[in-house]
């Protein structure tokens, strides 16, 4: 499908959808579970372009693992703190080998364009220790990695960059880690610090992670961490310092048996043994992300907008963008089904004024209702969603003018200003950027003529989104 004309929402008052598992929770949960020890049944997994990214490096490094994309469950042998088909560092005879003898040996891991499987992947196997080579899609290829990869020289990691310093495709060569203290900035990404947070654990012993910059205590690093006691690791943190306690037991004596005429026992002394083991079943949420599209229908077409399985327990950041629609007029209801979000009084609402640097993916949604509000609206510190899938704040700016609203950039590119006109329809650039096609397919909605271009690209986090779309419009 190379575009996609929007259609209004059927006339009826109130909908109810069914959207994935999340995406971080998704690929949060598949590190962590290969990490343990034992099965673990990971159950409403979401499964997209990421994940099955995600996926594939997993099975690359030799995880057992059971795909059932019809029940959306997958069930993971973790490899108990080591990687099953762990490639050790060549040695120097090796070493002396042409470049295509040498790369013939060192398994080509593919991350896609997941940013997450980028980073954490990353992470992963500089401290687990060994030879990759990294590769990735255009996009990835274009999205900064810089932080992280100073991050793991500066602990020693041999990391070369094959094509742009800085970005993929790179080798990475690595003893594993033997500092005890680290510090990664979260201006750009806070993906960078979760995937040091969650490796720690591989470590022989603890690891103090200093954590820098604007978004400390993010909603992406509360997730790792409630994730991360969850699957049964152990950390402390004291304001932006986490001590993450190692995942092995340090006291554990092993026992070998030694023939010499008997068979008798010798204690050889402390060897750690990895000692956290897998949850039987871990059930992944709904994605709160993708959730949001369908609750922004409420004040946009003043209809009430229901989504299963999500409930304000939900540890998604993103679940604070239904505060923000509260702010509009909006009312909540958590029904055991999912939360039941009713429109505004009169179908109509104020402008809003609001900070969104925590749950920045809901930008672009943000902006689209802003564009039918009453009043101008103003987004600020959302600059770092410049160096995501596309340039995002620049994204909105040219699209929301394609329809005739008035949209600027202030605080120095850093947030933009919206002033609401009259609308008209126009084919959507969406730059290969899920969350622009997701997003501004809600202006079709109310606005007719209005067409997304490239529409597939949803594929890497909600494949069926215009399938659900479809099942809730006029066709």
């Given at each position: ?191 960078f610090a979760s995937a ?200 909105i700016i040219t699209e ?76």
């Open positions: 499908m190379d575009k996609y004309s929007v259609s209004p929402l059927r006339n009826e008052d109130r909908f109810t959808v069914t959207v994935p598992g999340s995406k971080s929770i998704t690929n949060r949960a598949l590190l962590l579970a290969a990490m343990c020890k034992g099965k673990c049944i990971l159950k409403g997994v979401l499964f997209s372009d990421d994940s099955r990214a995600f996926l594939s490096c997993l099975n690359t490094l030799g995880y057992r693992l059971d795909i059932n994309e019809d029940e959306k469950t997958v069930i993971i042998e973790g490899g108990a703190g080591t990687i099953p088909s762990k490639m050790p560092i060549l040695s120097d005879a090796a070493d002396s080998h042409s470049p295509e003898e040498t790369d013939s040996h060192i398994p080509i891991l593919n991350v896609g364009s997941a940013g997450t499987a980028a980073r954490f992947l990353t992470v992963f196997l500089a401290f687990a220790g060994g030879e990759y080579h990294l590769d990735s899609s255009q996009q990835m290829r274009r999205r900064p990695m810089e932080p992280l990869i100073s991050d793991l020289r500066n602990a020693g990691v041999e990391i070369t960059c094959l094509e742009e310093e800085g970005h993929f495709p790179f080798m990475i060569k690595s003893s594993g880690i033997s500092v005890s203290e680290m510090s990664s900035n979260t201006d750009v990404s806070s993906q040091i947070l969650m490796a720690a654990p591989l470590l022989k012993k603890d690891l103090t992670l200093k954590l820098e910059g604007s978004r400390t205590n993010g909603s992406y690093i509360n997730i790792t961490l409630n994730m991360m006691s969850q699957f049964g690791f152990r950390f402390e943190r004291t304001d932006d310092t986490i001590l993450i306690h190692s995942g092995y037991d340090q006291n554990h004596a092993q026992t070998e048996l030694i023939l010499n005429n008997d068979v008798q026992n010798r204690n050889t002394g402390s060897v750690p043994e990895w000692q956290i083991n897998n949850p039987s079943v871990y059930d992944i949420e709904p994605d709160m992300s993708a959730a949001c599209y369908f609750y922004a229908m409420a004040p946009i077409c003043g209809k009430i907008m229901q989504v299963h399985g999500v409930h304000p327990y939900s540890m998604q950041g993103d679940f604070q963008f239904m505060k923000a629609l509260e702010i509009l007029g909006c009312q909540t209801e958590d029904d055991p089904a999912g939360v039941v979000l009713y429109p505004p009084v009169n179908e109509a609402y104020p402008g809003i004024d609001i900070n969104m640097k925590d749950y920045s993916d809901q930008t672009m949604t943000m902006a689209v209702v802003a564009a039918f509000a009453s009043s101008p609206s103003s987004i600020h510190d959302i600059g770092h969603i410049r160096f995501q899938e596309s340039d995002r704040l620049n994204a929301l003018n394609r329809l005739g609203c008035k949209c600027t950039s202030i605080e120095e590119n850093t947030g933009i200003y919206i002033e609401p006109k009259s609308l008209h329809g126009a084919s959507i650039e969406t730059y290969d950027d899920h969350r622009i096609a997701m997003a501004f397919a809600l202006t079709g909605l109310r606005v007719p003529g209005v067409t997304i271009l490239n529409p597939m690209c949803c594929r890497k986090t909600f494949e069926n989104y215009f399938d659900v779309l479809d099942s809730i419009t006029v066709q």
